[in-house]
């Protein structure tokens, strides 16, 4: 199992949620259901979000 905390990386690396919804070409809507649903997030987006993450190491 992986666990991503993206909000807690947004807020070390400065970054708001609307700049990654942006930079990921989704709504803010659908982020944060991807980000806040405990169940299981689509492979679409947690590839989207880790690319995104890794270009700001």
């Known amino acids: 199992m992986v666990q ?5 990386l947004l807020k070390e690396r400065k970054m708001s949620k609307e700049k990654l919804c942006n930079s990921m070409n989704i709504t803010r809507y659908n982020l944060n259901k991807a ?13 989207r979000i880790l690319q995104k993450f890794t270009l700001y190491f």
């Open 4 to 8: 991503l905390n993206v909000e807690k």
């Open 35 to 47: 980000i806040k649903s405990h169940n299981s997030i689509s492979y679409k987006y947690l590839e």
